[in-house]
């Protein structure tokens, strides 16, 4: 018996929530908190704990969406294959959603209603991602909204670089999730979701200055050299391995977060090193699409 091999049903609730992205929420949290203008470190675990019970919710939801047509198309997904009851999905994503925005909305208007927008925009998405093919712009809405979240509870609150790093992050995963839209489809991989990837590294070249600048250049070349190797297997091989690729590419959300505080002189850098890294091994065991 393998001692290190979670049960059954945790495994089932681990797959469901996709917490192999789970440190890619974090860093978010960390990157928005600190653009805007950081605080006392409980409030950034705080509003942390309360915005991955919104992600686990939301990804408790979309195989509950999804039922039908996993059923038909994905038969290996929790639902289908039988590991747990679809009732129950629906039950634990909601029951998420609901402790997630009942831990933020008390904090203040602003943060009640980035929350609200946040919690609307994540059932919109579930509701609506496989029949719109503009559900990546709702999927971008929803990490750009995290950042809001995040900086609404620090000391300067929403900011203009709060706003502008989190549209490009929102670019970003825009760009990710049209690429992972041919995951499970036949046919050529497109280029041009790799020019939304882009965003981070054009913004950085476009407002750093002073001690950000050579941060930023130097973390702009790590993360255009990981993108470029993670589109590598979608684009330039002659079976393109799209998840693989999709998968690397959300861990390289870390090293987005990284860029936009584009500062390596503080202890607090690791932690995104830690989370990139932390993803990776996530994926290992749990996958991350």
């Known amino acids: 018996m393998n001692l290190l091999r979670p ?4 495994r089932t609730l681990l797959v469901l929530g996709r917490v192999s992205n789970v ?4 860093s ?3 990157a928005g908190w600190w653009l805007g203008g950081g605080g006392p470190w409980v409030e950034l675990v705080w509003v942390s704990a309360a915005l991955t019970l919104l992600y686990l919710g939301g990804m408790f939801l979309n195989d509950a969406f999804d039922a039908n047509f996993d059923r038909q198309h994905r038969r290996l997904r929790p639902i289908p294959s039988g590991a747990i009851r679809e009732k129950e999905v629906w039950q634990w994503g909601f029951c998420c959603l609901a402790l997630g925005a009942a831990g933020l909305v008390w904090a203040g208007t602003t943060t009640a209603i980035l929350t609200l927008l ?3 925009c994540i059932l919109l998405y579930n509701a609506v991602h496989k029949l719109a093919g503009a559900a990546p712009l709702l999927m971008g809405t929803c990490r750009w909204l ?3 979240v995040s900086a609404s509870v620090a000391a300067d609150g929403v900011t203009g670089s709060v ?3 989190g549209l490009a992050l929102a670019c970003y995963v825009m760009g ?3 690429l992972a839209r041919k995951e499970n489809r036949r046919g050529p991989v497109p280029y041009w979701p790799g020019i939304f990837l882009a965003a981070p590294v054009v913004l950085a070249g476009l407002v750093d200055d002073g001690p950000a600048r050579q941060a930023g250049l130097v973390l702009s070349l790590v993360l255009g050299v990981w993108v470029f190797w993670a589109l590598g297997h979608a684009f330039w091989r002659r079976e393109p391995k799209v998840g693989y690729a999709v998968a690397r590419l959300l861990a390289g959300i870390t090293l987005v977060d990284l860029l ?6 503080r202890p607090w850098t690791g932690l995104f090193v830690f989370w990139f890294v932390l993803a990776l091994l996530f994926q290992r065991y749990i996958p991350a699409t």
């Open 28 to 30: 978010n949290c960390l």
């Open 7 to 10: 049960p059954s049903k945790l």
């Open 118 to 120: 946040l919690t609307l």
């Open 176 to 178: 990710l999730s049209w």
């Open 260 to 265: 936009a505080v584009a500062d390596l002189s």
């Open 23 to 26: 440190p890619t929420v974090w």
């Open 163 to 165: 706003l502008w790093c």
């Open 146 to 148: 995290v950042y809001l």
